[in-house]
């Protein structure tokens, strides 16, 4: 480390002192492990707690192992439920009886998207953006393929993401359904939920938060902003462990009029009558499928109890000191080299995650996490910096910055 | 225990002591606990190995805590393909390249029935029987439904299966997909799983198999057979814990021919390439859709190898042998008590699980699981005897069938 470096790192020990939720870090497996210097990835995978295993020690042995298939009855059938309304009261800001945990963020986002196009006659576009994440994309692709639909889309700036305005010139009566991020994957741009929500509904549209980006670290209030449909998933802020479930939230009164394509027994009325027809539960039960991935979120469950103690809005104000410092860092060392700046300066256009681009930046990416710094690549040549709050320290950032710089400098230096 | 069941019990002993697969058990969570006297339902959920919470944790704080996102790149984008192929080797019969672990049954089923609908002028019909497992008839209803598809029942005899002949007089020319399980969920039967594969390729369809039931336990050959297509899940003979992943099964030169409805960026040709538009992979990675579940399919892989050392020929034997056992004392203290046998007596028939009905097994479940015998109840009257061949001893099996009679005979005394 140069000695220029100095002042910044004595700004981290100030900022890391200071900070309410410092003690957090201790929750997380290795948080001062030599072999990871810095982690600004956990936007894309969370680390997992020091608890979780032995957590699931105690569920094997016990719910699984002990009182083996009478969980079902005793406990499984309803955790779906269970952590869906967890994650409504600690997260989503969302009242029991509309969230459920299941299948993969993708394949919740199918079953949401079909349920939202049947039995609205005359509304055949589905509204998305070209920026959007290339599953929301590719799922609006293929529904619109097998359904005959329209898409609309929204061309938003790169480096930015979709305004409240840009929705409002292309929502109309043909529109069944807006798919958006909340925050954006790449520029990491927080869209103005209430707002947008409110114009999809001022069109007679349905709107479908995709909130994998923001649940966690940023504040959300599905109930109040009167949303339809969300998805997200659990495995970011949610430190659920890789492929961890995802969830979806369906408004209570729309939760009979949508009727989602994949009839599995787990959405049935009565799942053990094993009854000759399908006929969907009243409520979010329909949204079920298959069997729900009762071992697999089981990690999730130990977080939610950690973001409840720590509270969502003292995360969000760590997370924005965070990415202000991230930002504040860039300008001082990264610009000067040719580095741009993609994500919003402006602090409440902005999730948890900075984004940073630069031709080298793969070349870059792959040197870092030799070195136990972990940032993550997004082509063509994005690096992006994620900040997850609760177990991201300044002191983490100020390595991580240095030694992009430290890296983008031997690159360029071939 | 009454006196007169003396002899039974030094029988059980007898073929414990003789069983080469007895030290297999203590592999297991709790096998020798006295809070479970006698687990009959490793057929609905596999019991724990003792190792999983250990590999869990090396898991938790190696490829996840340690390794972080990096384990993306290093691991994790080849996992369901390198645990497909170990299931292929190990259980299926089947050579590398052809199967996939991700989702939940059902929504592979979803996933792979649509694939089998496209694209095939005049095969407007999907072939399912009516004793089918609920999920299975349920989402041919949801997809017949949804493309105007024609639906074919075959009504087979409830205490049996699906034969061979019952298929050749209903597949035809209009055909497109005839969807079966390998063992029938309620009555064990095991159907002739190559003749009827070679019947419905002489009509020119191709054939679904729902392996659930039968992987594991009974030997497959999906290769040998010709199978088109299969599915199944990994939580029953597969020891993978509560709602562990399913997985798939196509046939490597169909793998282009067909594409599923579910475009997620796990499926597409360049998953990191963020491309605009959704191309599908060439192979069976296009069968994925979202995230697939790391963290849940780590359980399975250490069953797989545990059954990769017994071999699933001997696993076979075994568990010709506990259904035998379970029905010689069936006939020797229960039928006398009324209860009839639902399963085939012809092991060649048979899978890995024994049903029996009586109009107050409900209640005989409840008494039973109280006290630390659990089998299960399905609708209406039926009590399943499931006999995981590793994980299961002779002496469970009397110790059940005895508890069942004092259940039975209490409840009857009302």
């Given amino acids: 480390?140069?000695?220029?470096?100095?002042?910044?790192?004595?700004?981290?020990?100030?900022?890391?002192?200071?900070?309410?939720?410092?003690?957090?870090?201790?929750?997380?497996?290795?948080?001062?492990?030599?072999?990871?210097?810095?982690?600004?990835?956990?936007?894309?995978?969370?680390?997992?707690l020091a608890a979780t295993a032995g957590k699931m020690k105690e569920f094997i042995d016990g719910e699984w192992g002990t009182r083996l298939i009478r969980s079902w009855d005793e406990s499984w059938m309803q955790e779906p439920f269970r952590v869906g309304d967890r994650l409504g009261e600690v997260v989503l800001g969302a009242a029991p009886g509309q969230t459920v945990v299941a299948d993969s963020t993708s394949v919740m986002l199918y079953k949401l998207l079909r349920a939202a196009m049947t039995g609205r006659p005359g509304r055949d576009e589905i509204i998305v953006d070209r920026e959007n994440f290339p599953s929301d994309r590719f799922l609006v692709e293929g529904v619109a393929a097998e359904l005959g639909t329209t898409i609309r889309w929204i061309e938003p700036d790169p480096a930015g993401g979709v305004s409240a305005d840009e929705v409002r010139q292309v929502v109309g009566p043909r529109t069944a359904v807006v798919l958006l991020s909340h925050v954006a994957y790449r520029s990491g741009f927080l869209a103005d939920a209430p707002a947008i929500t409110k114009i999809v509904h001022d069109a007679g549209a349905l709107v479908l938060w995709d909130l994998c980006h923001s649940v966690g670290s940023v504040p959300l209030q599905l109930d109040a902003w009167g949303?339809?449909?969300?998805?997200?998933?659990?495995?970011?802020?949610?430190?659920?462990?890789?492929?961890?479930?995802?969830?979806?939230?369906?408004?209570?009164?729309?939760?009979?009029?949508?009727?989602?394509?994949?009839?599995?027994?787990?959405?049935?009325?009565?799942?053990?009558?094993?009854?000759?027809?399908?006929?969907?539960?009243?409520?979010?039960?329909?949204?079920?499928?298959?069997?729900?991935?009762?071992?697999?979120?089981?990690?999730?469950?130990?977080?939610?109890?950690?973001?409840?103690?720590?509270?969502?809005?003292?995360?969000?104000?760590?997370?924005?000191?965070?990415?202000?410092?991230?930002?504040?860092?860039?300008?001082?060392?990264?610009?000067?080299?040719?580095?741009?700046?993609?994500?919003?300066?402006?602090?409440?256009?902005?999730?948890?995650?900075?984004?940073?681009?630069?031709?080298?930046?793969?070349?870059?990416?792959?040197?870092?996490?030799?070195?136990?710094?972990?940032?993550?690549?997004?082509?063509?040549?994005?690096?992006?910096?994620?900040?997850?709050?609760?177990?991201?320290?300044?002191?983490?950032?100020?390595?991580?910055?240095?030694?992009?710089?430290?890296?983008?400098?031997?690159?360029?230096?071939?």
């Fill in 1 to 48: 480390m140069t000695s220029s470096f100095a002042p910044a790192l004595n700004s981290a020990a100030a900022l890391d002192a200071a900070d309410p939720l410092a003690s957090y870090r201790e929750h997380f497996v290795h948080s001062d492990s030599r072999e990871i210097l810095s982690y600004l990835d956990g936007n894309s995978l969370g680390r997992p």
């Fill in 227 to 414: 949303v339809d449909l969300a998805v997200g998933c659990t495995y970011k802020y949610l430190n659920g462990g890789p492929g961890a479930p995802a969830f979806a939230y369906v408004r209570s009164d729309l939760q009979r009029q949508l009727q989602q394509p994949l009839w599995g027994w787990m959405g049935a009325r009565d799942p053990f009558g094993m009854t000759a027809e399908y006929r969907p539960a009243d409520d979010m039960r329909r949204f079920l499928t298959g069997t729900p991935p009762i071992l697999a979120m089981q990690p999730l469950k130990h977080m939610l109890d950690l973001i409840a103690e720590a509270g969502i809005e003292a995360i969000r104000e760590k997370s924005v000191l965070l990415t202000e410092r991230a930002i504040t860092l860039y300008d001082e060392i990264l610009a000067p080299l040719g580095v741009e700046l993609t994500s919003p300066r402006d602090c409440a256009q902005r999730g948890s995650h900075v984004t940073i681009d630069h031709p080298c930046f793969r070349k870059v990416v792959a040197l870092l996490w030799e070195r136990g710094v972990v940032p993550d690549f997004r082509a063509p040549r994005g690096l992006r910096i994620g900040l997850s709050p609760l177990s991201t320290s300044f002191a983490e950032i100020e390595a991580g910055i240095a030694a992009i710089r430290d890296a983008l400098n031997e690159v360029l230096r071939g």
